[in-house]
C-alpha cells in the first residue's frame, strides 16, 4: 500500500493505542505525491505530527544526513515546545535523527554547529532563517532540503515576518526547485488565499488543501460574579477571587491577558487572593529567556496550577495537562479565542474548557458575540496585502552578503513570492538604489553606500563591514526603546520600555515578572532594582491595542437591534440596553448612532461605532481638530473599542458636518505629518530596511540614539527627497498599523447615509462606559479610586433615570 506509513511508524502508533487521522494520512499521501498541502485542523487534532509524518516516514525509509526538514514557527516557545513533543517518538522508535532549534536565544556556538553539520530537522522562526540565507554556504546547506513547515500561518502570513518568510521561501525554491511547502493552521478562514500565499508563483492548484476531522465542540462560559457586570474597566480583575477558586479546583489553569501590563495586574490580582498558596507564574515577552524557560519547563513538568500569559503562549504550545482556560477581558476576535480555547485539553476528543470573564457591559456583548461564532464555526478574516519594501531591502541585503547577484534573475526570484508578485521594474529599482546609496538626499554619506554596481551589472556588497552589520541588525520585530531589568548581581529579569523607565526614580517601585522592585539606579542601558515589601505600580508598554474584530463588531451591532437576543443576558445588561432604548436609541446594523448631550458644564458628542481603539483614537484627533476649527472649544475626547466621546465648551447642533469625507484627505495628512506617528513609523521602517543599525560591535546603541538618527533623517528626507521609499513605507505603515485608517474610513464613508443623530438632554445608559474613562487614563494607581468611583455611581444614577 504506497499511502501506509512504515512500519515502526505504525506501531509506535499503535503502542499508544492511537490510529492515525485520515487528515494525519491525507498530508502523508500528498507528500508521497511530492505535493505542497496546507493543513486546516482544530487545535489538538495532531497538526504538527501531520506536518512532520512524511519527514520521519522519508528518514525511516531512507536515512540521510543533513538537513532534510526546516520547521518555522513564529513564536520562540513554540519551537521549543515542538522540539520537546517530537523527541518522544523519536526517541521511543530509536531513529537516529536529530532535531535542533535555531532562534535568536541559540548560543553561537551552536549556531556554527548547526550551519558545519546541520540536524536532520530544524526548528526556526522566520527571522533566523533569514539570516541563515545569508551566508555563503546556504546553497550547500539547503540544496537537498525536502521540507518546509509553517506553523501556525495565520499568526504572520499577512504581516511583515510573512512578507519575509515569502522572500525566504522563494529563495529556498531557488537552491532547490523540489522543494515542497507545508502549512498548518487551526484558524485560517479563507483558505485559498492561504493557499496562495504558500505556493510558488502564487499559483493555488499546486497547494492540496488537507481538512481536519472536526473536535470535540468546546465548553464555554462566561462568568459574572455576582449576577453583575462593572460599568467600565477592561481587565476582569474584579473576579479574581472566583479565578482562584476555578484555579484551586482544577489540575492547570491558564489564564490568558490580552496585553503584558494586564497580565502584571492579573497576577498581583491572583497572588493577594491565593490563601491556598498554590504555584502560579506569570510569562510574557517582555521576561527575560531564562525566566520564560523556566515558566515553560515547570509547566511541561506539571508542576505549577495556573500560568498568567498573553499572546507569547496563545499558539500551538501544547501542555496536555491544562483542563481550563481563562480569557480575561474581551478576546477581541473568534479565532483569537478558539486558538486560546484549543490550549485545553489539548486533545481532539476531549472538550476544551474555557471560561471568559468580561471587564465591562460592552465586554460582555463582545464575549457572547464571540461565543456565538466560535458555535457557529465562523473565523475572522485576513487581509492579505502587497509585500513591504523595507522588509524587501532587508531581504535583498541578506541575499546580496551570500552571493552577488543579477538583478534580473533577482527580480523574477522575488516576484515568485506571493506578497511581491505585482512588484514592479520601477519600484524594484527604487530599492537597490536605497541600497546602493540611501536614496538621492543621502548618497553624500559613506555609511549608507551598502551595495555597489560591477561593470557587467552584478550587484554586490560594496564592503565587508556592511556583512558584519547586517547580520548583527537584521530582524523585523522592532520594538520599543527597552532599558534591561537587574538585580544588582547583574541577574536580568527582562525588559521594561523606556517611555516607562523616564517615569522612575531611585525609591520607586514596581511590579515586574510577578515581584514588586524598587529602583536602586539606572543608566543609559539597564535599570537595577531590588525586591521590596513597599506599595508599587504596574508598569505599562505601547504599542497599538488589539481592536474587536469586524466580524465580532457587527455581531455587537445585532444585539444592539434585536431584543429577542436580550432574554439570555444578564438581568443588569437587560436593564442597561432597556433603558437606553427608552431614553434614546439603538443602531439598526450598518447605522451609526451619534449622541450629543450636555453634562456638568461641557457639552458631548458620542459616536457609537464599534470600529475599535486605534481607529477611535484617530478620530478623536480628526474630529477636535474641525471642532477647533468650528470654534466649538473642545477640551478633549475618551474612546474604547465601542464608542468614542468628545467634548467641548460649545453645543455639537451639526455632527453631519464633522464627519464629512474629506477629513481623511485634509485633517487626517495633516495630523499624521504633524504628530509623532510618522516619525514612529519612519524609525521603525529605518531600522527593518537596515538604513540605522540598532547594534555594533561590541555595543548596542540606546533606543534614545536610534531614534536621534532617524528623527535626523527623517526630517532630511522631508525635506529634500519627499517620494524616499522609507517615507512611502512609513505612511504606509501609519495608516495601516498605527491608525486603523481602513476601519476608520469604513466609519466616515457611512456617516453620511447611515447617522442617526439623537440629541438629548442629559448623559445617555450606553454612553456611561466611556464617560467614566474620563479622568481615569491619568490616574496612577489607587489614589482618587474611591473618589472616581462615586463620580461614576453618581453617572450612571444620571443616565439610568428613566423620566
Known amino acids: 500500500m504506497p499511502d501506509a506509513l512504515p512500519s515502526s511508524l505504525e506501531q509506535w502508533f499503535k503502542a499508544r493505542g ?21 493543513l486546516v485542523a482544530p487545535t489538538g487534532a495532531g497538526k504538527t505530527l501531520a506536518g512532520f509524518l512524511p519527514t520521519l516516514t522519508d528518514l525511516i525509509e531512507a536515512p540521510t544526513e543533513g538537513l532534510h526538514t526546516l520547521y518555522v514557527s513564529p513564536l520562540k516557545a513554540l519551537a521549543v515546545d515542538v522540539q520537546r513533543n517530537l523527541l518522544t517518538p523519536i526517541e521511543e522508535m530509536g531513529l537516529p535523527i536529530r532535531v535542533e532549534t535555531r532562534t535568536g536565544d541559540t548560543p553561537s556556538d551552536r549556531k556554527a554547529r548547526q550551519r558545519a553539520r546541520p540536524p536532520q530537522i530544524l526548528l ?68 485559498d488565499a492561504y493557499r496562495a500565499w504558500l505556493a510558488p508563483d502564487g499559483d493555488i492548484d499546486t497547494v492540496t488543501p488537507v481538512l481536519g476531522e472536526a473536535g470535540a465542540e468546546p465548553n464555554v462560559a462566561i462568568l459574572i460574579p455576582h449576577g453583575r457586570i462593572p460599568w467600565s474597566g477592561h481587565s476582569g480583575k474584579y473576579a479574581a477571587k472566583q479565578v482562584m477558586e476555578e484555579i484551586e479546583r482544577r489540575e492547570t489553569t491558564l489564564v490568558f491577558c490580552n496585553t503584558r501590563g494586564l497580565a502584571e495586574l492579573i497576577f498581583q490580582e491572583l497572588w493577594s487572593v491565593n490563601e491556598a498558596n498554590l504555584p502560579i507564574a506569570i510569562h510574557h515577552g517582555s521576561l527575560s529567556v531564562e525566566a520564560r524557560r523556566k515558566v515553560e519547563n515547570a509547566m511541561a513538568a506539571g508542576r505549577l496550577r495556573a500560568l498568567v500569559a498573553t499572546a507569547s503562549l496563545d499558539l500551538g504550545v501544547d501542555w496536555g495537562n491544562v483542563d481550563c482556560v481563562i480569557q480575561m477581558g474581551a478576546p477581541k476576535g473568534s479565532s483569537r479565542l478558539l486558538q486560546r480555547i484549543g490550549r485545553a485539553n489539548h486533545r481532539l476528543d476531549c472538550p476544551s474548557e474555557a471560561i471568559i470573564i468580561p471587564g465591562n457591559r460592552f465586554e460582555y456583548l463582545e464575549a457572547r458575540a464571540a461565543l456565538d461564532a ?95 552589520q547586517h547580520r548583527m541588525n537584521a530582524g523585523i520585530i522592532v520594538d520599543q526603546p527597552v532599558l534591561a531589568v537587574r538585580f544588582a548581581n547583574g541577574r536580568k529579569l527582562g525588559t521594561v520600555e523606556e517611555g516607562f523607565a523616564a517615569q522612575l526614580a531611585p525609591g520607586d517601585c514596581f511590579f515586574f515578572s510577578g515581584l514588586a522592585l524598587e529602583v536602586v ?78 453634562h456638568e458644564g461641557r457639552h458631548y458628542l458620542v459616536c457609537y461605532s464599534f470600529e475599535g481603539w486605534n481607529a477611535h483614537q484617530s478620530l478623536g484627533m480628526l474630529l477636535t481638530r474641525r471642532m477647533e476649527a468650528q470654534g466649538l472649544m473642545p ?44 516619525k514612529r513609523a519612519f524609525r521603525d521602517v529605518a531600522v527593518i530596511s537596515g538604513l540605522i543599525e540598532r547594534q555594533h560591535p561590541g555595543k548596542r546603541k540606546t533606543g534614545r540614539q536610534v531614534t536621534f538618527s532617524t528623527d535626523l533623517i527623517y526630517d532630511v528626507l522631508r525635506k529634500y527627497q519627499p517620494d524616499h521609499l522609507l517615507l512611502k513605507a512609513a505612511w504606509a505603515d501609519a495608516r495601516a498599523r498605527m491608525t486603523d485608517v481602513g476601519r476608520l474610513g ?58
Open 374 to 468: 466560535v458555535e457557529a464555526g465562523e473565523r475572522d478574516t485576513d487581509d492579505f496585502r502587497a509585500g513591504s519594501l523595507d522588509v524587501l531591502a532587508q531581504h535583498v541585503m541578506a541575499l546580496a552578503c551570500a552571493a552577488p547577484f543579477a538583478e534580473a534573475e533577482m527580480l523574477a526570484e522575488i516576484r515568485s513570492a506571493t506578497p511581491y508578485s505585482a512588484l514592479t521594474d520601477e519600484a524594484f529599482a527604487n530599492v537597490l538604489g536605497f541600497i546602493e546609496g540611501g536614496g538621492y538626499a543621502l548618497r553624500a554619506y559613506d555609511r549608507f553606500k551598502r551595495l555597489a554596481r560591477d561593470p557587467d551589472g552584478t550587484w554586490r556588497v560594496s564592503h565587508p563591514r556592511f556583512i558584519q
Open 521 to 598: 539606579r539606572m543608566d543609559a542601558a539597564d535599570l537595577f532594582v531590588r525586591g521590596t515589601a513597599k506599595q508599587a505600580r504596574m508598569p505599562s508598554w505601547g504599542g497599538t491595542r488589539m481592536a474587536m474584530s469586524t466580524r465580532l463588531a457587527d455581531r455587537v451591532r445585532h444585539f444592539l437591534a434585536e431584543p429577542d437576543e436580550w432574554p439570555r443576558f444578564p438581568q443588569d445588561v437587560r436593564e442597561w440596553l432597556e433603558m437606553q432604548k427608552l431614553r434614546s436609541a439603538l443602531p439598526e446594523p450598518g447605522q451609526l448612532l451619534i449622541e450629543t448631550f450636555p
Open 18 to 38: 492511537w490510529r492515525p487521522r485520515r487528515h494525519q494520512m491525507d498530508m502523508a499521501a500528498a507528500a508521497r505525491r511530492g505535493e505542497h498541502a496546507l
Open 635 to 678: 477640551m478633549g475626547f475618551v474612546s474604547n473599542d465601542y464608542a468614542l466621546a468628545v467634548y467641548g465648551l460649545k453645543p455639537i447642533t451639526d455632527p453631519q458636518s464633522l464627519f464629512s469625507a474629506d477629513i481623511l484627505d485634509h485633517e487626517f495628512v495633516e495630523w499624521v505629518e504633524q504628530s509623532s506617528l510618522l
Open 746 to 803: 469604513d466609519l466616515i464613508d457611512r456617516a453620511s447615509a447611515t447617522m442617526l443623530h439623537v440629541t438629548l438632554e442629559r448623559v445617555s445608559p450606553l454612553a456611561v462606559p466611556v464617560l467614566i474613562l474620563i479622568g481615569r487614563e491619568q490616574v496612577a494607581q489607587d489614589a482618587a479610586e474611591d473618589a472616581l468611583l462615586i463620580e461614576a455611581e453618581a453617572l450612571v444614577a444620571v443616565a439610568m433615570r428613566a423620566d
Open 124 to 191: 526556526t522562526t522566520p527571522e533566523s532563517l533569514s539570516l541563515l540565507l545569508s551566508y555563503p554556504d546556504s546553497f550547500l546547506l539547503f540544496e537537498k532540503l525536502r521540507t518546509i513547515i509553517v506553523d501556525e500561518v495565520h499568526a504572520f502570513a499577512t504581516q511583515k515576518r510573512g512578507d519575509l518568510l515569502s522572500l525566504s521561501m522563494a529563495r529556498l525554491q531557488t537552491i532547490n526547485p523540489a522543494l515542497r511547502r507545508v502549512a498548518l493552521s487551526a484558524t485560517v478562514a479563507d483558505i
